[in-house]
């Protein structure tokens, strides 16, 4: 009876250590829990200052400095209180949590290059309405919402009034295609 009861509870517990050991292999490297929140997805810089480091630990050296808050990048992993991240050029390292926002940012056009010509922000999502300014490619604007094929931006001036409009969804970096945004 006792050999019994032994072997229930050994295989039991048999059981209940495989199943943690598959749902741990199915965590972010190292076994570490990250938020949960899909990955990759898009936030924005929450400061001026934020230090692009080689490894999840202000033990790794810094890489790169990033000196403007609001500037969208791509959560690419998680480790910890660490977030792998990179940027419209493709830069990559590891910040900490805390230095990122789930704000929506996004860059306009930041791949044109040269004399290409100013990007069109609309006052309705719609090419034939009229243009409510011009953007020069890299500029940071603030998501309002996107529906898949048109964004809904603000664009947050200095010193003047802020601008609103639309932009196609395909020209702005830091939305998927696709990708509704509320």
Partial sequence: M????????????????????AALAQQSPGGRLG????VPRYVSLKTDRVNLREGPSKDHRTAWVFQ???LPVEII???ETW???RDSEGTEGWVLH?????????LAM?????HQPPISLFERADEKSGVAAHLQPGVITNIKGCDGRWCRVMITMDGARDVDGYIQQEKLWGV??????E
């Avoid at 998927?176 to 945004?181: A, D, L």
């Fill in 110 to 114: 930041p791949w044109a290059k040269g």
């Fill in 68 to 70: 403007r808050a609001g």
């Fill in 35 to 38: 938020t949960g929140l899909p």
């Fill in 176 to 181: 998927y295609p696709n990708e509704t945004v």
């Fill in 77 to 79: 992993a998680e480790y």
């Fill in 2 to 21: 006792i050999g019994e009861t032994m072997r229930k509870t050994v295989l039991a517990l048999a059981v209940v250590s495989l199943s943690t050991g």
């Fill in 83 to 85: 977030r792998r991240i």
């Fill in 98 to 106: 805390s230095l990122l926002s789930g704000r929506r940012t996004a």
